[in-house]
């Protein structure tokens, strides 16, 4: 409080600092303040408006920012709105449909007042994605955050390594989660994460006892208390470049986790577990048994002996696979979804005043040779850049000449030809 009389202009009026002792001097018309009661009064007002956010937060009975829950979206809505996106997968899409439901439903729960309710807490369900690149598991987790009205993270789980290691801490997943809804906690609480990637931190050797194995093990036992439930305290700028921040306590109880990966090579441990490759006499195969595509038969067996520990695959009970895609499903991946590669090319062109046309068998032909380099619908861009790539670099000063009127038909015979030029059928010719 500033005391009435006589101003020392050659001070502060609030701390008593002398001109001599700080940088800057604001003077007013009966005190005098410096810049550090300048930064004090601005983390004072912080503060408050900070408490009046959260408390009328709480009398809402909502975070800011997200909608309500009292509408929840049936599963099959939610598949139907995945089918606009992503061709074929239906029980991938069912699981993640139900995953989703179950979590707005058990939120809902939570919420409602306490008269009425038995002892019975319906626990989360965290669900594992397997299946081949390309096959679209990211393309779901990116595709339902559309949909959503909660916070959704999208992490990569190739850069997390144990703490006091070079790397990211799993504690920064949920750090992730934070600014996806602008650091609001009791938002951030009843948030999905997805994990990609979730393989590449597969236990590196059988004996884990001969290095110690930051990178994979490590990770797997770091995350085991934030996938079941449990409150973290998490760094919210990064724990190792900002060392004097504050840390914020999350509670990870009412988090969905959402992983995916490849696990490239666990069709060999599905195989030897039903007995497909067969040796020696008076054995006989089953013909049940579609080798073409065993990743359905993986179960959670599988996984432990993939790398996976026992206490993490036991916080994923969910296990779904993704089908391979054939030839069929990548001719309809090229022209049917809402984003379709062929319309996004058609729009690239459109904007120039050029109208691109596809013939029915160039899809075809596209489709084929993605199939045949093995790299699922990620091949599909790479072989339509490759074959658009001398238009696209003409299309403007075509563009600039005429306004509109131009049309461009890609036949078989034009694909194949810019194909073999580039620099993909160089490498597979070679």
Do not use: W
């Not at 809505?77 to 606009?84: P, T, Y």
């Not at 339902?144 to 992490?155: G, M, Q, R």
């Not at 089908?323 to 379709?340: G, K, Q, S, V, W």
């Not at 339509?384 to 670099?393: G, P, R, Y």
Request: aromatic share 6%; net charge neutral; proline share 4%.
């Amino acid at each position: 409080m500033l005391k009435r009389g006589r101003v020392n202009p050659h001070q502060c009026s609030f701390c008593g600092r002398s001109k001599d002792d700080v940088m800057i001097l604001i003077s007013g018309m009966d005190a005098q303040i410096c810049e550090m009661c300048v930064e004090k009064a601005q983390e004072i007002i912080d503060q408050e408006l900070n408490r009046h956010e959260q408390a009328d937060s709480a009398g809402s009975g909502k975070p800011s920012g997200f909608g309500d829950l009292v509408n929840l979206i049936p599963p099959r809505d939610i598949k139907a709105f995945l089918d606009d996106y992503i061709i074929g997968q239906d029980d991938a899409k069912k699981v993640l449909a139900v995953a989703v439901y179950n979590h707005y439903k058990r939120l809902k729960q939570l919420g409602e007042p306490a008269a009425g309710k038995d002892d019975v807490e319906i626990e989360k369900s965290n669900v594992l994605f397997i299946g081949q690149t390309g096959t679209g598991k990211t393309l779901l987790a990116k595709t339902i955050a559309k949909l959503l009205n909660v916070p959704f993270a999208i992490v990569d789980a190739t850069v997390f390594t144990e703490a006091g290691y070079v790397g990211e801490d799993v504690e920064s997943i949920l750090a992730r989660l934070l600014q996806v809804c602008d650091y609001d906690v009791p938002a951030a609480e009843r948030g999905i994460v997805y994990i990609d990637e979730i393989d590449k931190v597969a236990r590196k050797q059988d004996n884990p006892s001969i290095t110690r194995d930051v990178s994979g093990e490590g990770v797997q036992q770091a995350m085991l208390k934030m996938l079941e439930g449990a409150e973290v305290l998490v760094p919210p700028q990064g724990g190792r470049k900002h060392p004097e921040q504050k840390l914020v306590k999350v509670n990870t109880r009412n988090i969905l986790f959402i992983c995916g990966g490849a696990f490239d090579g666990i069709e060999k441990v599905i195989a030897r577990r039903v007995n497909t490759q067969v040796i020696g006499y008076g054995k006989q195969q089953d013909e049940r048994i579609d080798r073409e595509n065993l990743l359905q038969y993986v179960n959670h067996l599988d996984i432990k002996q993939y790398g996976l520990i026992p206490e993490l695959v036991g916080r994923l009970p969910v296990l779904v696979h993704l089908d391979p895609l054939d030839l069929t499903a990548l001719c309809r991946i090229l022209t049917e979804p809402r984003n379709a590669l062929v319309r996004q090319y058609q729009k690239l062109f459109a904007l120039e005043g050029v109208d691109l046309k596809f013939k029915p068998e160039t899809i075809t032909f596209i489709a084929e040779k993605a199939q045949e380099y093995k790299l699922g619908a990620r091949g599909l861009r790479s072989l339509c850049e490759a074959i658009l790539t001398d238009a696209m670099f003409e299309m403007p000063l075509k563009g600039k000449n005429k306004k509109g009127g131009n049309e461009l038909v890609i036949d078989r015979a034009y694909a194949v030809e810019k194909l073999e030029r580039s620099r993909i059928g160089q490498l597979k010719a070679a």
